[in-house]
């Protein structure tokens, strides 16, 4: 199956500051790509789609300013968390559709002190 | 909203026995489904997938049950393994729609 890489596979930062994850097609190209959160124990929650060359579309309740999202390339998309605060700690993963299945990341565990 | 569900959050299954875990959903309009594993700290891997033109589906020790009339969705196991020890999601949508819609996971344990 097609390759989707992310990292960092997990993040640690002070409450304030700004966190970039990266998730990567390695083997094919994706025009929209996928991002996810979830938290313990919990089923996953689409944040937002990813469109290479336009702005990503949001999920109702999930802050644009808050979570920016770029998709310069056919093989890259970045999931910014701006200003990270606790309640922003949780496990992010992100997807990309290829040979018409959805593959995921593995994801990136955000740790906010 | 319409939302795909599940309501028994862990199985327990002795090494060797088969497994079956259920999905029920809601949105009629639903025409692909989707059975993903996930270990701790990982993303989903995707196990098999099966179409509304379908009522069964079978993958390397998987099948995928579709029943249509009652909006249900099985995912059975054969001869269980510890390596499947883990979290299953059932995932749907429907043509047009790229958005998955998650249901709340099965925690599947195999006993050595």
């Known amino acids: 199956g097609a390759v989707v890489s992310q990292h960092p596979s997990w993040v640690i930062c002070k409450s304030g500051t700004s966190v970039k994850i990266e998730c990567r097609s390695l083997?094919?190209?994706?025009?929209?790509m996928f991002w996810y959160r979830q938290f313990p124990k919990q089923s996953l929650m689409l944040m937002a789609t990813?469109?290479?060359?336009?702005?990503?579309?949001?999920e109702q309740g999930v802050e644009k300013d808050k979570f920016l999202i770029n998709h310069a390339s056919l093989t890259l998309s970045t999931l910014t968390v701006t200003s990270a605060h606790p309640e922003d700690s949780s496990f992010y993963i992100c997807?990309?559709?290829?040979?018409?299945?959805?593959?995921f990341g593995s994801g990136t565990q955000l740790s906010v002190l | 909203g319409e939302s795909v569900g599940l309501h028994l959050p862990t199985l327990s299954v002795q090494e060797g026995d088969n497994s079956i875990i259920n999905c029920a959903y809601s949105?009629?309009?639903?025409?692909?489904f989707i059975w993903y594993k996930q270990e701790s700290g990982k993303g989903p891997q995707f196990i098999i997938d099966i179409r509304s033109n379908m009522d069964k589906r079978q993958g390397q020790r998987v099948t995928v049950l579709l029943n249509k009339t009652v909006k249900h969705l099985s995912l059975q196991i054969a001869a269980t393994q510890p390596g499947d020890s883990a979290v299953y999601f059932c995932?749907?949508?429907?043509?047009?729609?790229?958005?998955?819609?998650f249901g709340t996971g099965t925690r599947l344990t195999i006993i050595p």
């Open positions: 949105n009629s309009a639903s025409d692909y």
């Open positions: 083997d094919f190209q994706a025009t929209t």
């Open positions: 995932a749907e949508n429907f043509f047009g729609n790229e958005k998955l819609t």
């Open positions: 990813s469109n290479e060359g336009s702005k990503a579309t949001y």
């Open positions: 997807s990309a559709r290829a040979q018409e299945k959805l593959f």
